[in-house]
């Protein structure tokens, strides 16, 4: 191998053809990334569980048995802790789970396996996933590697983390309400959501309310749809999966559209949230100056820009958070176990056992409904854009741990604009496009049509261009 002692400076497509080309080899790509989380993954939180013999012997796998045209051969990466790898911790981010162990592997573990990645190990998670931040008590929380005295959001947190340190190349994540997205804006990278059933391991269809689908984070967008082409189809396309229900639209692989970056669109601009008749949502300045630097990119690049007047959906807050409640319903611990759950996983647990079903199907019912209304709104774009997050990332120890009520008020402050996607079922992505003065990254959301994750690459790549951001380095690098 040539030196390349600062591996971690290239792009993850960058490394993907240094492997291709053996320049580079898998072990020595494995070897890199876990020096590097070593001595930087405590900094940052980001790993709940490292295993570097399992890793560098899957390295040595792959490249004996592997064929190098499996999409991800020899890129390392690690499973969200809300994944299951036979034979590895499974802590689902809990104390609860303290010592359990996964006898197999899931779906979206074993897609990224055929794929031909490497697994360097569990990226930290809140408890079960179900805040959108990643500060529990059962691990360290993880930070934003731009300012450690901010949060990396969640509930992928550590996974970003790990990506914006440089700890990793890129990571799979999972999104039931903004879970990519958020901490992919919180640590200055590209987050996507694909389309409900565009995933064939992680499609959403099997979640309450369809709402939870895996994506990638990545450091660009190019990157983001390498990994994303890797996973929905690790033996290449079309997907061949006896699960699977294709979304609509191209089936890729959207790695060439990120490239090309290509097209001219109609754009609209949305500042309404269906939170707004719950909670006061004031987008901060920071936000506005991220979302407003992309309507200059759009009308530069000459695209269409409308602005979208508000549409006002009282009936949602009360709906989403019947789904959210019951989805915690169901998480496998009872009598005294559940004084290991943390205060806010215990009242959604509470909230969710209590909620009647004629409640939960009245909401589901509604949901549909909005998810209809949504996409018939939506229609004239071919993309829709907003601000990533209301606010700059949050410091650590800024969400009440105690209190329910106000803890859900402060998560929808900070990320009013996600949820919405996953109910409605549409392909999202987040970028960032604008810095604060304090050296923070800021970002924008686009939607797109069921199925429009080209569209979306193709645009997010046209912006990520005139951005200009170049390889920007926290300082945690």
């Not at 601009?269 to 630097?293: I, K, N």
């Not at 943390?342 to 969710?352: I, M, S």
Request: hydrophobic share 45%.
């Amino acid at each position: 191998m040539t030196d390349f002692g600062d591996l971690h400076e290239y792009t993850a497509l960058e490394l993907h053809q240094l492997l291709q080309r053996g320049e580079v080899t898998p072990t020595e790509a494995t070897s890199h990334y876990l020096a590097r989380i070593e001595r930087l993954g405590d900094t940052v939180g980001a790993f709940a569980h490292v295993d570097a013999g399992a890793a560098l012997e899957r390295a040595s796998d792959v490249e004996r048995e592997v064929p190098k045209a499996a999409p991800l051969w020899g890129m390392p990466l690690a499973d969200k802790d809300l994944h299951l790898r036979a034979g590895m911790p499974a802590r689902f981010g809990s104390r609860a789970f303290a010592a359990h162990v996964a006898a197999e592997s899931d779906d979206l573990v074993r897609a990224v396996d055929a794929a031909g990645a490497v697994s360097l190990g569990k990226t930290a998670t809140p408890e079960f996933g179900m805040p959108s931040y990643t500060e529990g008590l059962a691990f360290p929380p993880a930070r934003t590697p731009w300012d450690l005295s901010r949060g990396a959001g969640g509930s992928s947190g550590g996974a970003a983390a790990a990506v914006a340190a440089g700890l990793l190349p890129f990571a799979p994540g999972s999104d039931g309400g903004g879970s990519i997205r958020i901490p992919a804006a919180s640590c200055g990278l590209v987050g996507v959501k694909p389309s409900r059933g565009r995933v064939p391991a992680g499609s959403g269809l099997g979640s309450l309310a369809g709402l939870g689908v895996a994506g990638p984070i990545a450091r660009t967008v190019a990157d983001a749809a390498l990994l994303l082409d890797g996973i929905i189809a690790p033996n290449g396309y079309p997907a061949r999966h006896p699960y699977a229900v294709r979304a609509p639209g191209d089936d890729g692989p959207f790695l060439g559209a990120a490239i090309r970056g290509e097209g001219r669109f109609q754009l609209g601009v949305m500042l309404d949230s269906p939170w707004d008749d719950f909670t006061d949502v004031v987008v901060a300045p920071e936000a506005m100056a991220a979302l407003d630097r992309a309507v200059e990119f759009a009308e530069r690049l000459g695209h269409g820009v409308e602005a979208m007047p508000p549409e006002p959906e009282p009936g949602y807050p009360d709906a989403f958070r019947a789904v959210w409640q019951a989805g915690a319903a169901t998480i496998p611990v009872d009598g005294e176990a559940e004084q290991l759950l943390e205060p806010l996983t215990r009242w959604l647990v509470r909230r969710g056992r209590e909620l009647p079903a004629r409640a939960l199907a009245e909401s589901l019912s509604w949901l549909a409904e909005y998810e209809r209304r949504v996409i018939r709104r939506f229609a004239p774009f071919d993309a829709v854009l907003t601000p990533a997050l209301a606010m700059t990332p949050r410091p650590v120890g800024w969400y009440d741990a105690e209190d329910g009520e106000r803890n859900f008020a402060q998560q929808v402050a900070f990320t009013p604009f996600t949820s919405m996607v996953n109910v409605s079922g549409l392909p999202a992505i987040t970028l960032p496009v604008h810095d604060t003065d304090e050296g923070l990254p800021m970002g924008v959301q686009l939607i797109g049509r069921p199925g429009g994750e080209a569209t979306l690459f193709a645009i997010a790549a046209q912006f990520e261009r005139a951005a200009r951001r170049g390889r920007r380095r926290p300082p945690v690098w």
